[in-house]
């Protein structure tokens, strides 16, 4: 069993920074992933980290602005956020899946991962 903790949310400003946090227990994993959900929408996949050899993909709507990493000795998952938007509102959700092989665009599919978190919200104002 994986347990998944995410931390860093909150509110911030346009234009602005934040750093999410993804606490991983449990088990070894070999994908991760963030998501993003708005009120009203489906749930997004923006950022993986994927793969044995930990190759990245990201969603066009972030790309070049969020950043994902991790630090295995903390076990522990990131998303640097910069140049936030208000469309980059809404809860976001750390998730992984211990096994198997993922193509860049199933890295970002909610499917393709067996665990997730709690969520963190994410607010930005104009």
């Known amino acids: 069993q994986v347990q998944l903790v995410e931390s860093g949310g909150g509110s911030v400003q346009a234009g602005g920074s934040l750093r999410l946090s993804c606490r991983l227990s449990?088990?070894?994993?070999?994908?991760k992933a963030w998501f993003r959900q708005a009120p009203g929408k489906e749930r997004e996949g923006i950022a993986s980290l994927y793969g044995t050899g930990g190759a990245t993909n990201y969603a066009d709507s972030v790309k070049g602005r969020f950043v994902i990493s991790q630090d295995k000795a903390k076990s522990t998952m990131y998303l640097q956020m910069d140049s936030v938007d208000p469309d980059d509102t809404g809860m976001y959700y750390c998730?992984?899946?211990?096994?198997?092989?993922?193509?860049?665009?199933?890295?970002?599919?909610?499917?393709?991962?067996?665990?997730w978190g709690q969520g963190t919200q994410v607010t930005v104002s104009s």
């Open positions: 449990g088990a070894t994993v070999v994908n």
């Open positions: 998730a992984a899946s211990r096994w198997g092989y993922l193509t860049a665009a199933q890295s970002l599919l909610p499917a393709s991962y067996d665990y």
